[in-house]
């Protein structure tokens, strides 16, 4: 049996992720817990705004860039593997939600805005606190340090003038899904779940 430590998934995660429209912009939160209702309280997210749907089907709402911001503005959680869970949306609490990982639990953050700033660092929260990140060069160098190692096997390294980014989103989001037990895949996008609009910056 493949160790997922070292596997690599199918397809490439940068790009199965561009292809469902995220190639703009993405915000994606892995928190280990399994109980979404929790989750959904934690990120004080309105009850009464909550539609089941798959994530497929919000992505294509959240990325179409001809719907209302006010309409697509949603958060969408959902399970990820046994005890994990995902949140995804074009767009974050403004703080991150470093507080999902308290209790000490594990998180990840992987998010980029190719407009304004481009990758961000992929960053591991837990108990509240960032444990470790790993830079987001923009030419590429892929640099895990001591935390990420052991769930970096296999991924190339050195950067790419051309390319440097999509390859480092594809890196972090392959360490995510070693660390969390699985990687994205069509199958993924058809999970079923709960979109909620996003909770007012000023709540």
Request: glycine residues 10%; aromatic residues 12%; without cysteine.
């Amino acid at each position: 049996m493949t160790d997922i430590r070292t596997a690599l998934p199918e397809r490439d995660q940068y790009e199965l992720l561009t292809a469902h429209g995220f190639d703009t912009t993405f915000f994606g939160l892995w928190i280990e817990r399994d109980d979404l209702d929790e989750l959904a309280g934690l990120m004080r997210l309105d009850p009464q705004s909550r539609r089941d749907v798959r994530l497929i089907q919000e992505a294509a709402t959240m990325t179409d860039w001809s719907v209302s911001i006010d309409e697509k503005d949603s958060l969408w959680i959902g399970p990820h593997s046994p005890g994990w869970s995902v949140v995804i949306g074009v767009s974050g609490p403004e703080t991150g939600g470093w507080w999902l990982s308290s209790g000490d639990r594990a998180m990840f953050m992987v998010d980029w805005d190719r407009e304004i700033d481009g990758l961000s660092d992929l960053a591991y929260y837990r108990d509240g606190n960032l444990v470790a990140e790993i830079p987001a060069f923009p030419s590429g160098e892929f640099m895990p340090g001591p935390e990420f190692e052991p769930y970096a096997h296999g991924l190339p390294r050195g950067g790419d003038l051309n390319a440097g980014e999509e390859k480092l989103a594809h890196a972090f989001l392959t360490v995510v899904g070693r660390m969390t037990g699985r990687f994205l895949d069509e199958d993924w996008f058809h999970t079923l779940g709960r979109a909620y609009g996003v909770p007012s910056r000023s709540a």
